[in-house]
């Protein structure tokens, strides 16, 4: 089969947009299967940037990039233009090491990271550990946007095990170049006892602010310039949508990119979570006025304008 000479024009205006592209389904911050989200996963420990590219958005490139590479299935990753592969592939590049190398990250500098584990912390870990680590070892993961987190796992070669406060945690060397000078502790969260992790690395948190649908509303009144986006899937917006919004598919995000960083973005999904994702994820590009529409279409459809369907 060929490519419409189009369709093959804009696969390599897409494969040629970034170093690293992933033809997906979905976006970064919320992916619409089960393999892009292990891809996301993957490369996020990685790369804090990455370009995505939808392929629920556009049926051509939804099938084209399957002719273009001579690859079956949705994920697909270029790194510099060269097709890598799909998940499976990915998951074995993780796990042998070769895929750091392909992405040009080096990890021959990490060593094991200095931990705090406090003594109220190092308690609940091991109660924890006692009813759920069935014989599996305790995992840390910083990622590339400094999201950390604690699991039980099976042991992974390459990965250091620090002890601390009589606690072991097995860290993975990208996770080790990040995680040196963190500390664990436990706090009230509210909804009872959390852990907190501090990690001196991290670069400060984007800052992200959170809009109602009755204050949506009375910008949309008040004649003052925004962009509001809807981060759903195509299937979604079908349902339902709010006037004027316009969806993140790659046309969009191309259209962000030319935004000047001060233009106020607002996201929206079905509930506000979806939206929070790629709000953060625009704030950290350099955006400086990035909102979260609260409770999403859902509250919208509630309490302002019952014609736009729930679901």
Known sequence: MELDPSVKDQLDQLVGSDHVVLFMKGQRGAPQCGFSATVCQILDEYLPEYTTVDVLADP?????????????????????????????????????????????????????????????????????????????????????????????????????????????????????????????????SGDGP??????PNAPAAPEVGAMDVHELRALMDSGRPYELFDVRTPEERALAAIDGARLLDDAAQARLQGLDRGTMLVFHCHHGGRSQQAAEHFAAQGFTNVWNLVGGIDAWSREIDPTVPRY
């Open 194 to 199: 959390g852990f907190r992790i501090d990690n």
């Open 60 to 188: 051509a490139v939804r099938e084209g990039i399957k002719v273009y590479s001579q690859w079956p299935t949705i994920p697909q990753l270029y790194v510099g233009g060269e097709f890598i592969g799909g998940c499976d592939i990915l998951q074995e590049m993780a796990g042998d090491g070769s895929l750091a190398d392909a992405l040009g990250v080096d990890i021959s500098s990490a060593r094991p990271p200095g931990i705090t584990v406090t003594e109220a912390a190092a308690a609940a870990l091991g109660q924890i550990s006692a009813q759920q680590a069935e014989g599996r070892p305790l995992h840390l993961r910083v990622d590339a946007r400094f999201q950390t987190g604690l699991f039980f796992g099976p042991e992974a070669d390459g990965d250091f095990a620090v002890s601390a406060g009589g606690v072991t945690l097995h860290v993975d060397p990208m996770s080790a170049t990040r995680a040196d000078g963190l500390t664990i502790d436990v706090e009230d």
